[in-house]
RNA sequence: GGAGAGAUGGCCGAGUAGGUCGAAGGCGGUCGCCUGCUAAGCGAUUAUACGGACUAAAAUCCGUAUCGAGGGUUCGAAUCCCUCUCUCUCCGCCA
């Protein structure tokens, strides 16, 4: 959510932002309204003042036996207008907040303004992709081949979009979880946090996935009010909303493991074999809280520390800034890291990595005191992948096959496998 | 699921026969004074949002709103009425 301030007092900022991002919002309505709100405001705090004193007068004129009851007429049709015109206030702040809520981040500076993905720049790349002197299988048979990936029975139990991991393949996926979250626990200094799969309302809100997305979220049944998280973002950067954290407290750096469940609509016939887009996978996930001054340094930082689990892995990668046609919604600039996925052909998001400055926090009223005493602050809040779990195990599969059908086991993850280094028929 | 209790400022906690209550008191915080230092003490101050005036911008000043949320009664509501939400305790059930 922007400042409201902010978008009066800029219009051609936000103008140009909802242009670069090849998007709209009602800006003219949006201006209009608000100019209609303060004339209104200024209007009824007129008769509220008014009515304020003259109560007064009227219990003055009470205690002293004096007759009140003209006055009080009076008052009772002030009281009426008022009624009135706060209903009216009422209406055009419902309208206002609906259209600020629709109304993306500004995205920075040192973000390259393009239509779509394919207007996203490469900043850097890893590695090289992965030649095979045989045919290379998509994971999706090779998972299948080594019985370690059961897609046909996922969808018995469940439905398309889902897997059954076994084996080697379950035994993977749980020490990849490991694998990340202590790398960054112990060398990157992320505390460890394992959050509620399901959020409120608010929480989903706070970081923006409603109202706006409400349509890409599995809802309860039986509770309206209750999500299943589409990432641990949710829940870990709703940890602070609503609470005034002290400067000492920042940076704050957590990470958490959870599942990740999202209703893809939208996205029917893409990507529909394999681990690639599923209802439901299981992330690591980066979250930090920082100061104003610091969150586009410690952007790149995020970024290197999930970048480093491809390294240990030996995965090669690229990573690229999304343009502004490509950014999304409460981000003001996002790194994507790419994994090289052979059955592509071409490499394959496997981590987003974003800053929303004082986007989320606005929205999610996460605030800090710069000095003591100081009136606070919005903090800007970070996060990242670090990484998807399924990509990764996908990515591996593909990688590491070798032309007798098995799967080498990356070095790193061994001790995480009970020693196993191969994962044969 | 059954029974009961409660939601007030950073925290604790008064305030229910409606009228200077944005809200006593305490703790905590800040500023100043004082004691050779520390402890203690004294004085003052101490919410947020929105709108307006003044500004280059602040500071400042004025106004309005806010005592879980929403609605109602009333000239006037923290105080009365209705609805909802949440928290806590006990019982039951349960990994």
Known sequence: M??????????????RSLQNRRTEADLDRFLKLDEERRNLLFEVEKLKNL????????????????PADELIARMKEVSQQIKEMDEKINEVEKSLEEILLTIPNIPDDSVPIGESDADNVEVRRWGEP??????????????????ILDFERARKITGSRFTVYKGAGARLERALINFMLDLHTQKHNYKEIFPPFIVNRDSMTGTGQLPKFEEDAFKLANNNDYFLIPTAEVPV???HRDEILSKDDLPIYYVAYSGCFRAEAGSAGR?????IRQHQFNKVELVKFTDAQSSMQELEKLTADAEEVLELLGLPYRVVVLSTGD????????????????SYNRYVEISSCSNFKDFQARRARIQYRPE???????????NGSGLAIGRTTAAILENYQQSDGSVIIPEVLREYMGGLNKIDI
């Open 130 to 147: 992965t030649k095979f002197d045989f045919e290379p299988k998509p994971h999706w048979d090779i998972g299948e081949d080594l019985d």
């Open 327 to 342: 950014l999304g919604f409460s981000s003001a600039k996002t790194y994507d890291i790419e994994v090289w996925m052979p």
């Open 51 to 66: 009515r304020n004193s003259e109560s007064e007068e009227i219990a003055r004129k009470k205690k002293a036996k004096e």
């Open 2 to 15: 922007l400042d409201v301030k902010f978008v009066r007092q800029n219009p051609d900022i936000v103008r």
């Open 237 to 239: 950067t709703n940890l």
């Open 271 to 275: 990507d529909t074999r394999g681990l």
């Open 372 to 382: 003591k005493g100081a009136k606070p602050v919005y903090v800007h809040t970070l």
